[in-house]
């Protein structure tokens, strides 16, 4: 950062929120609306912090990087503003008119990083390639995704609205790591957008031509920077959508008899899916997932240690279907509920930790009032419940059993928190709300026996 994002970003910000009020005052819906706006606010916040503490407190990173390299666009558009188009649309062919340029851009290489700094160059464009409002941008249009989640999740438990908000727009570790020049402001947007028109698209069945495109933009830019978000979205989509098929069999036997056979077949429509979208990404293959894990955790834990991070071990990985899956238990506590405040070495780390603990307190409390046949009925009955908890276990397994470091974990988790945290959210209603309809129906039935006269009136 440097003087020119003292003077032009407050200039710009008085743009923004000038058509973020009266976008807040067109929300018809009166429940909803005063989140619109403190949303919003974190975000900024979010992606201004992360600047700044790269700059003073990491002396540089990826987000840096992503600005450094964004530059060589802006400096293209100053020459010839058709050169910049076309680095910025030209999806890495030859051209001899911008290999000047791009010989220049360090991740021009890295197909999954050149998304970013593409963007982070589009946005450069309006804003004179000052980073905070880039930074801001991209906040900006990850918000975008997030209140497109809010959405569904509000239209399907109205009364849990306050928690909900507070599960998708305020944990700080998402507002925080998910706002800024990153590559997880982009997909965690996407992520929102893709959620929110498989649900209205697909299971509510609503504007479906307008909500499979918008669907179909949303995993192109999931695939096309963080594959492995969608190879978990997807399981998960499959399984829900079975779900709602299977709900509406009248019949609770021939519905228990069915689940397996939902089981059965989404695995198979998942692998196929998941085949299909990693053809052109040989790191994310199914037959070289297990090598790619784990050159990724030596690599992250050998610079982890080097750097002086936060490393964490899982015990000895030989790149092994068999030995990765035997994992899962401690990669995906990894991912729910650690580091333990004990873990901390940082303040960065001590935000996670508290996250970490509260996560597990809610989890350990839900446990500890829902009997595992309530909760297993509770899940069953309720699909994105479902939908939620197999895209953060999966979500959490894969990207614990591949970080070795907490300080990449914190970023990495971020897309399953809302989903998890929400999950449990509505968890504890479902199971509040039966517990009071069985104190109510005790009661009634009390009364009747102590009193035949109130049956009769």
């Known amino acids: 950062m440097d003087i020119k994002d003292l003077f032009l970003t407050p200039v710009y910000l008085l743009f923004i929120y000038a058509v973020a009020f009266m976008i807040n005052n067109r929300i018809r819906n009166k429940v909803i609306r005063p989140y619109f706006i403190p949303a919003l606010n974190v975000k900024i916040i979010g992606a201004i912090a992360l600047g700044l503490i790269y700059q003073f407190y990491y002396y540089g990173g990826d987000t840096y990087n992503y600005f450094k390299d964004s530059k060589v666009i802006w400096e293209a558009f100053l020459d010839s503003p058709f050169k910049a188009i076309s680095i910025i649309f030209t999806d890495r062919q030859y051209d001899p008119s911008i290999y000047e340029y791009v010989r220049r851009i360090y991740f021009y290489v890295d197909p999954n990083s050149y998304h970013v700094v593409r963007l982070s160059g589009f946005f450069g464009l309006f804003t004179f390639h000052t980073y905070s409002l880039i930074a801001i941008f991209f906040a900006i249009t990850c918000f975008s995704g997030m209140w497109a989640l809010y959405k569904v999740f509000y239209d399907l438990y109205p009364h849990l609205h306050k928690k909900l908000a507070y599960a998708i727009f305020f944990i700080p570790s998402v507002f925080f790591w998910g706002s800024g020049l990153l590559k997880d402001t982009i997909t965690l947007g996407a992520l ?17 031509v307008t909500n499979i495109v918008v669907m179909f933009l949303a995993i192109l830019v999931v695939q096309g920077i963080k594959v492995y978000i969608l190879l978990c979205f997807l399981p998960a989509a499959f399984f829900w959508i079975f779900m709602e098929y299977r709900a509406r069999i009248r019949s609770g036997l021939l519905r228990f008899i069915t689940l397996p056979i939902v089981i059965a077949i989404s695995i198979p429509i998942s692998y ?9 990404n040989t790191r994310y293959q199914l037959d070289n997932i297990t090598a790619t894990t784990k050159t990724t955790a030596e690599w992250l834990r050998t610079v982890g240690t080097s750097q002086g991070g936060s490393v964490y071990s899982l015990g000895e990985f030989d790149g092994t279907w068999t030995n990765m899956i035997s994992k899962a ?33 809610l989890t350990v409390r839900i446990l500890i009032q829902i009997k595992l046949s309530r909760l297993f009925s509770i899940l069953t009955s309720q699909p994105i419940l479902l939908f939620c908890l197999i895209f953060a276990i999966t979500f959490s397994f894969a990207v614990g059993v591949s970080s070795y470091n907490f300080g990449t974990l914190v970023r990495y988790k971020i897309p399953m928190m809302p989903f998890f945290l929400s999950a449990l959210y509505i968890i504890q ?29």
Do not use: C, D
Not at 272 to 280: G, L, Q, S, V
Not at 342 to 358: G, H, I, Q, R, Y
């Open 329 to 361: 238990p401690v990669a995906i506590n990894v991912s729910l509920y650690r580091p333990y405040l004990w873990e901390a070495k940082n303040p960065v780390m001590l935000l996670s930790a508290l996250e970490a603990t509260f996560f597990l307190f």
């Open 429 to 457: 209603s479902q199971a509040i709300k039966k517990k009071k309809k069985k104190i109510f129906q005790n009661s009634f039935q009390n009364n009747t026996l102590e009193n035949p006269l109130v049956l009769k009136s």
């Open 272 to 280: 196929r899916a998941i085949t299909k979208i990693t053809e052109e």
């Open 192 to 208: 929102g957008w893709m959620f929110h028109a498989f649900y209205f698209g697909i299971i509510k069945r609503q504007y479906i």
